[in-house]
T-cell receptor, first 109, second 115 residues
């Protein structure tokens, strides 16, 4: 069965304290790994798509990387506005996304 | 350019009732997917429609149904509501062909509360 596991469940950082979020996956055929940001009461906001091992993408303070079994979302010098839930999802075919349960990030000033 | 729009934003229903949720995709997007997100969990796939045809279905009972209209908007219907159906229902649209480097764009969702 296709599965996505995210860790940690929650992460508290001081402003400027860099860290990484993990997403490990087990799928029969990966057709893209997605990272989304979700603010309370809102829909997920697209951040990155990664397709093959070794691929990296960056956007402001965020950098996503992909291996054959996991993906990391690196957050460099985070700011309070980076506080949100970060969701990882894999496309297993037929445009079906399988999501993890997310990492709740809180950045304190 | 308008994003994915969903209506209503919130609603409260009683157990046993029926509900219809609506979604308008981004202009030019022909694929619409529906997801259920229970509090504290990640979204779970319910349906995917492309060019008005069902292309995928998740592990949800037959009480859940959907359709897509000629203008690519979509409705999700849930019959015989249960307390456990309380959740944020999300609609996502994607570009022609179903996937792009820009992923799937989600709407803000409909918060359904069943009492």
């Amino acid at each position: 069965e296709d599965q996505v596991t995210q860790s940690p469940e929650a992460l508290r950082l001081q402003e400027g304290e860099s860290s990484s979020l993990n997403c490990s996956y087990t799928v029969s055929g990966l057709r893209g790994l997605f990272w989304y940001r979700q603010d309370p009461g809102k829909g997920p906001e697209f951040l990155f798509t990664l397709y093959s091992a070794g691929e990296e993408k960056e956007k402001e303070r965020l950098k996503a990387t992909l291996t054959k079994k996991e993906s990391f979302l690196h957050i460099t010098a985070p700011k309070p506005e980076d506080s949100a839930t970060y969701l990882c999802a894999v496309n297993t075919g037929f445009q079906k996304l399988v999501f993890g349960t997310g990492t709740r990030l809180l950045v304190s000033p | 350019d308008a994003g994915v729009t969903q209506s209503p934003t919130h609603l409260i229903k009683t157990r046993g009732q029926q509900v219809t949720l609506r979604c308008s995709p981004i202009s030019g997007h022909k694929s619409v997917s529906w997801y259920q997100q229970v509090l504290g969990q990640g979204p779970q796939f319910i349906f995917q429609y492309y060019e008005k045809e069902e292309r995928g279905r998740g592990n949800f009972p037959d009480r859940f149904s959907a359709r897509q209209f000629p203008n690519y908007s979509s409705e999700l219907n849930v019959n015989a509501l249960l307390l456990g159906d309380s959740a944020l229902y999300l609609c996502a649209s994607s570009s022609p062909g179903g996937q792009s480097d820009y992923g799937y764009t989600f709407g803000s969702g409909t918060r359904l509360t069943v009492v």
